[in-house]
């Protein structure tokens, strides 16, 4: 998927709380429009050289237990462990009633594809603080159930591009030279050399649907390929190199001999390339699927294929997916799974469009990243389904400053509450957003004396349209 398509001293013993809060915070600076997130977050480690952060502690004492599945890089693990995080840690994803037993004791739990965390999930996950999606995809989570929960969801949306865009180019080539044919053949002991609907793909059209990401990288290694590149896009996009935006999805289907698709799962992109689209793409053509499994319509591409009105796919992404590496891909996955695997000049991989050392190796750095940063300090830069808030860090020097972390639901007269309850005080810095119905305040509170940390806490808890509140000191 690739978008822009469709686009926180000492104290006095706790109280206990249902949510529980972090440990330590790394350096911060206000968020600047014109920086990038991996250039902010660069920019505030680098901070911390000049000017010695704050060691920052939960004011609620449990330490944090994280969950981490489906074989997530084992450097996101070393980097939760040493923060001092409990991690648990599973190579395989956990179905729905699974996670139910589980979820309850973990603050913030790691996913990629295969786990889906659905309203049941969320409502059984009463200490969960955040998620994390080691993938692009965040699908698999109930993105709203979460955010009305206080729960901000995190994903990965650049580290595996140009891992997809290189297996698109490879799919482009061997389609076209019916490598995967070839090859069975001579694993069978068959020897068959012919050139007969093998082409180079020098010279020929790609249409890439959606331009973001993903497809711009692909744009550029295409024409270095000596492709003829152009590109639909619901947003206009100032095209790379010689690529050139084209009006409408129809109109792409039928100037372009490869058609790559590269959107997320929305409403407006389910079945977005169905049998009237099929029929729109140029005979002898091919389709390539490495965003979403349901913006194809599959039966409608056995037809375009078994017709012969397409000359190969390549798919690598599927309506349902097996759980688990080793599980069957039959029919009781898809009920067409068995005619799909029939056909010829049809490449079918198991959702590996990011699957590479170098693509996971950087989703661990930047989605670790972003969890450890939310549950160490508050910062909210990068959520998917959050407003996005982060203030710069607490110095060493103010010792007894508190940050207050406040999830609330968005209405009128919140700030008013919580600004009351924050006025024996100095409020040194505060940054409030909202998304929705969701809405987020970071504040961080000069003079806070130990035996007023619970007090305030409990306070701003109490407040109207609190949903979580965590404080920091």
Same mark, same amino acid.
């Given at each position: 998927m690739d978008h822009p398509y469709f686009h926180s001293l000492m104290m006095t013993p706790p109280l206990a709380i249902p949510s529980k809060s972090p440990r330590v915070v790394a350096a911060s600076l206000s968020p600047s429009s014109s920086q990038t997130l991996h250039d902010r977050l660069r920019k505030q480690d680098s901070f911390s050289t000049i000017r010695q952060p704050k060691v920052l502690h939960p004011v609620d004492n449990e330490d944090l237990k994280l969950l981490i599945l489906e074989n997530i890089s084992q450097d996101a693990v070393r980097a939760f462990q040493a923060q001092g995080f409990h991690v648990d840690h599973y190579k395989k994803a956990l179905s729905e009633d699974e996670l139910v037993d589980k979820i309850s004791q973990y603050h913030a739990i790691g996913i990629r594809s295969k786990t889906k965390i659905t309203e049941r999930v969320i409502n059984a996950a009463h200490k969960l603080l955040v998620i994390g999606c080691f993938c692009i995809g965040t699908n698999q989570v109930d993105l709203v159930t979460a955010g009305k929960a206080g729960i901000p969801v995190f994903n990965s949306p650049f580290s595996n591009s140009r891992s997809v865009a290189e297996l698109v180019v490879s799919e482009m080539i061997a389609l076209s030279r019916q490598l995967v044919e070839r090859s069975h053949e001579m694993r069978q002991g068959i020897w068959n050399k012919q050139s007969k609907g093998c082409w180079e793909v020098r010279g020929k059209t790609l249409g890439i649907v959606g331009y973001g990401h993903i497809g711009s990288q692909l744009s550029v290694l295409a024409e270095a390929l000596g492709m +003829?590149? /152009?590109?639909?896009?619901?947003?206009? /996009?100032?095209?790379?190199?010689?690529? +050139?935006?084209?009006?409408?999805?129809?109109?792409?289907?039928?100037?372009?001999?490869?058609? #790559?698709?590269?959107?997320?799962?929305?409403?407006?992109?389910?079945?977005?390339?169905?049998?009237?689209?099929?029929?729109?793409?140029?005979?002898?053509?091919?389709?390539?699927?490495?965003?979403?499994? +349901?913006?194809?319509?599959?039966?409608?591409?056995?037809?375009? *294929?078994?017709?012969?009105?397409?000359?190969?796919?390549?798919?690598?992404?599927?309506?349902?997916?097996?759980?688990?590496?080793?599980?069957?891909?039959?029919?009781?996955?898809?009920?067409? &799974? &068995? #005619? *799909? +695997?029939?056909?010829?000049?049809? /490449?079918?991989?198991?959702? /590996?469009g990011g699957s590479t050392e170098e693509a996971q190796r950087m989703i661990g750095e930047e989605v670790s990243l972003a969890l450890s940063r939310y549950l160490n300090y508050g910062s909210t830069l990068g959520a998917v389904n959050f407003p996005e808030v982060d203030l710069r860090a607490i110095t060493a020097e103010q010792g007894n400053h508190v940050r207050v972390c406040h999830v609330h639901s968005n209405q009128p007269g919140v700030l008013k509450q919580v600004n009351e309850v924050l006025s024996p005080y100095n409020v040194e810095k505060q940054y409030s957003d909202s998304k929705g119905d969701v809405a987020y305040l970071l504040a961080d509170i000069a003079d806070v004396s130990p035996q007023d940390v619970n007090k305030l806490r409990e306070m701003i808890k109490h407040t109207s349209a609190n949903i979580l509140t965590r404080l920091l000191a």
């Open positions: +003829r590149v /152009i590109f639909y896009d619901v947003i206009n /996009i100032m095209p790379l190199g010689s690529a +050139r935006q084209v009006d409408t999805l129809p109109t792409l289907l039928a100037e372009a001999d490869f058609v #790559t698709l590269h959107v997320p799962e929305l409403p407006e992109t389910i079945n977005m390339i169905g049998p009237q689209e099929l029929a729109q793409m140029k005979e002898g053509s091919y389709l390539i699927n490495n965003a979403r499994g +349901r913006v194809v319509d599959i039966p409608a591409l056995i037809e375009a *294929l078994q017709s012969n009105h397409l000359a190969g796919a390549a798919i690598d992404v599927y309506p349902q997916e097996p759980g688990s590496n080793g599980a069957p891909f039959d029919d009781q996955v898809n009920a067409w &799974s &068995s #005619t *799909l +695997r029939s056909l010829p000049n049809v /490449i079918l991989t198991p959702h /590996i």
